[in-house]
């Protein structure tokens, strides 16, 4: 009884339907097939095909609540396809605005730096050139303190050599002198000595005029007696020259520096001339 119950709930609803519209379209096609056989044409006008087509359209009422569930059903999940799309569409537009605003932001970040930069980097410059500008100004003022300390050295030099010269050159004077006065001394000395030792010969006469060269050392010694230049008396140049050498040695020479004696007596000539002769 149980399958049988079962069969029933089977059979009603659609299935159902379409056994009794089975059945039923199976009965009148029968029923035509009989009357077109039996000639019996005007029985066809009894048939009300309405009938037939209001079984035939008619919809079972679970299967259109079906039908309305499904398409609801669908309708909701187009709903939710076209709401996730639009979610996406919204989040992709999102993202595309926030990747826009990171672009611009970082672009900003980048022009900021680029800006602090290139900020820093004139700064620096004028730092830099400051203190070139400085430096440039400190060395052409340790120049001109350079040049200025130099200048003030060269004045003391100059003033230094010009006292060195003068002291030179009055110690150079004095020693001049006192060279001048030696050498006169020293020569006024041996002429002395000599015309002690001169014996002029009876034929001496006022205008004869002998040179005598005499070479010593620096002890006094005569070592060279020579005539340089005669007066044409033999005997007048004879005593001359032995005048020399009875006068030598002159020791007063021995006293003298070398450089005096080496300047002015190392090679020294003597004039004998008689002028204070009567004739």
């Known amino acids: 009884m149980s399958n049988t119950f079962n069969n029933m709930v089977i059979y009603n609803g ?17 029923a035509l097939l009989y009357l077109q056989t039996n000639n019996r044409i005007e029985a066809l006008d009894l048939i ?31 709903d939710q396809r076209r709401q996730r799309e639009e979610q996406a569409r919204r989040e992709q537009q999102q993202q595309e605005e926030q990747q826009r605003a990171e672009a611009e932001r970082q672009r900003q970040e ?10 820093e980097l004139e700064r620096l410059q004028a730092e830099q050139l400051r203190r070139e500008q400085e430096d440039r100004e400190t060395e052409d003022q340790r120049q001109r303190e350079l040049a200025a300390e130099q200048e003030r050295q060269r ?11 003068v002291v030179a050159e009055a110690a150079a004077a004095e020693v001049a002198r006192t060279e001048f006065e030696l050498v006169q001394s020293a020569t006024g000395l041996i002429q002395q000595v000599v015309q002690e030792n001169w014996s002029r010969p009876p034929s001496a006469r006022n205008g004869m005029r002998v040179l005598i060269k005499m070479s010593m050392l620096p002890t006094g010694e005569v070592i060279d007696v020579s005539i340089t230049e005669t007066s044409g008396d033999a005997a007048f140049d004879r005593a001359a020259e032995t005048a020399v050498y009875r006068a030598a040695p002159f020791i007063e020479l021995s006293v003298l520096p070398i450089n005096i004696f080496n300047d002015n007596f190392r090679s020294l000539t003597l004039i004998f001339q008689p002028e204070d002769l009567l004739n």
């Not at 299935?15 to 009965?27: D, K, M, R």
């Not at 004045?155 to 010269?165: L, P, S």
């Open 48 to 78: 009300q095909p309405t009938v037939i087509k209001a079984l035939l359209i008619d919809e079972n009422p679970q299967v259109r609540n079906e039908q309305i569930l499904e398409r609801q059903r669908l309708e909701r999940i187009e």
């Open 14 to 30: 659609y299935p159902l339907s379409i056994v009794i519209a089975i059945t039923f379209h199976s009965l009148v096609l029968a």
């Open 155 to 165: 004045q003391a030099a100059e003033r230094d050599r010009q006292e060195q010269q």
């Open 110 to 119: 980048r022009e900021r730096s680029a800006l602090l930069e290139r900020q």
